[in-house]
């Protein structure tokens, strides 16, 4: 028995995703060995920050009687949203009072969004790694597309809607939920597939096909922290919340100096998959002529991935554990795996450098039977793949000549995507406005560390009114 609780923190408001969690997320956090799996003292809570209409609903909902039985239930008011208002950016008010009341509590949070179903047996694995010590849990999280993932829940015989009358948990293996998933990515995943004859222009991953078998290789800079330990914590910092999501940099804020770091690098582990709209934001999967060309393509596509990996969005410690690929998989694994992970190293080897102080390391986790710490032996493994697969020549070119210049047309890039925003800021500058004086210098130090390829590890000042 864990000697503190967790702290489950939900934000939503409005009745399409209101249903999506009582239709589906909150099923899949009832199965078996999810939320009925809890062992902790004192017990743990289920933060519902949400408007007055959305916790009448979902309190009167015949699964929310099964919820009590494992958790307390908690109702924390946010207000509406203000229009011209980001709901991501809006979900902050609740995030924020939800991650202040487990510090006090240094609880174990977890923060969920309505539109996720989680693999039976999730809840109990992190109960697992909380009580061998693991301070920091991560899973990758990538984009998967609603129409096509609800038609497999289908197939399965699992209604997706309409199920708010019903208090009946569902349980879906590992496997299961990987198989419907890899074949219902958004279009938006789909564009991180490095052989596929278009690419993203501002990937937060790149993934690889494995021939004959149902699964993917990923590297991901996307990560869901499904565990975090409070109590490594010194000082809670929420400015994130300010004008960015929790998907930004809190965990390293709070935790990124942390050592005890588990990543979930095997489907078989731990699987959640969350959805949107095909509609949602749908991008082009029209092939692109110049990415075709041989040689040329292949250039552009590491171009891309470089400039947006340096561009400044991704913290330090996402870039470090980038290079763990994790497993995406249906059926049991094979050597083939192991032969397209050596590729993709060596392909991502040459557009963005390993981090030399990435020493991520993890306590030891026994009998999984899967790649379930990160430590500094299993990272020099993966170094040594990555030398393996360039020979010196290719290593010294790409070094000395061609990472440099992606560096510096990231940087123009950037430059240039940013011109209606840097045009006012340089006249407030010359006006001896102070905090943008101060904002633009960590800006330029930031653009130099993006140049010369290094982690940039100083912390965002406030942003400055125009």
């Known amino acids: ?102 510090y006090e509590a240094k609880a174990y949070p977890l923060v969920l969004t309505p539109d996720s179903i989680f ?41 997706p809607l309409g199920r708010a009358g019903l208090a009946e948990p569902i349980a879906i ?10 074949a219902s990515m958004h279009s938006e995943t789909r564009t991180y597939e490095w052989d596929a004859p278009f690419f993203h222009r501002m990937p937060s991953a790149a ?21 975090f330990d409070f109590t490594a914590v010194p000082e809670h910092d929420t400015s994130v919340f300010d004008d960015w999501t929790f998907d930004g940099d809190y965990i390293f804020r709070n935790l990124g100096n942390i050592r005890r770091i588990h990543l979930v690098l095997d489907s078989d582990e731990i699987f959640m998959a969350s959805w949107a709209p095909l ?52 059926r049991p694994l094979n050597r083939v795996w192991t032969e397209v992970e050596q590729r993709a190293l060596a392909t991502l080897a040459t557009c963005v450098a390993p981090p030399k102080d990435a020493g991520i390391s993890s306590l030891p986790i026994e009998a999984t039977g899967m790649q379930a710490a990160h430590d500094p032996e299993c990272s020099a493994q993966q170094q040594s793949r990555v030398e393996q697969a360039s020979d010196v020549i290719t290593r010294a070119l790409l070094s000395y000549l061609v990472v440099p210049l992606f560096r510096a047309g990231g940087v123009v890039q950037s430059c240039w995507t940013h011109r209606e925003a840097i045009i006012p800021r340089l006249r407030q500058l010359a006006r001896g406005d102070a905090q943008v004086r101060h904002w633009i210098a960590w800006r330029l130090r930031q653009l130099m560390h993006q140049l010369l390829g290094r982690n940039f590890r100083e912390r965002r000042p406030e942003r400055p009114t125009r």
Not at 6 to 30: E, K
Not at 303 to 319: C, M, S, T
């Open 173 to 182: 293996s590992n496997r299961d939920l990987a198989r419907m998933a890899l």
């Open 207 to 227: 993934w690889w096909r494995v021939p004959g078998e149902d699964g993917i290789v990923v590297h991901c800079l996307s990560w869901a922290p499904l565990l």
């Open 279 to 330: 509609s949602d934001r749908p991008h082009d999967l029209a092939p692109q002529r110049l990415l075709q060309v041989p040689f040329l393509g292949s250039l552009l596509k590491k171009q891309r991935f470089n400039a947006w990996f340096y561009g400044g969005v991704f913290d330090p410690l996402k870039q470090s554990i980038f290079f763990s690929a994790a497993r995406w998989h249906a």
């Open 119 to 159: 693999s039976d047996g999730t809840i109990a694995r992190l109960q697992e790694l909380a009580l061998a010590g693991v301070q920091l849990a991560l899973v990758p999280a990538l984009r998967f597309a609603e129409e096509p993932l609800f038609d497999e829940l289908r197939q399965a015989g699992i209604s």
């Open 1 to 102: 028995m864990l000697d503190r609780p967790f702290y489950f923190i939900l934000v939503l408001w409005g009745a399409r995703f209101r249903n999506y969690f009582l239709d589906l997320c909150l099923p899949t956090l009832l199965s078996p060995r999810n939320l009925p799996s809890l062992a902790t003292r004192p017990r743990s809570k289920f933060l519902f920050c949400t408007r007055p209409d959305d916790w009448a609903a979902i309190s009167a909902s015949p699964i929310f009687q099964l919820l009590e039985r494992h958790v307390e239930p908690v109702y924390i008011e946010i207000p509406p949203c203000p229009p011209g208002v980001s709901g991501c950016v809006h979900m902050g008010i609740g995030h924020r009072r939800g991650c202040e009341l487990a």
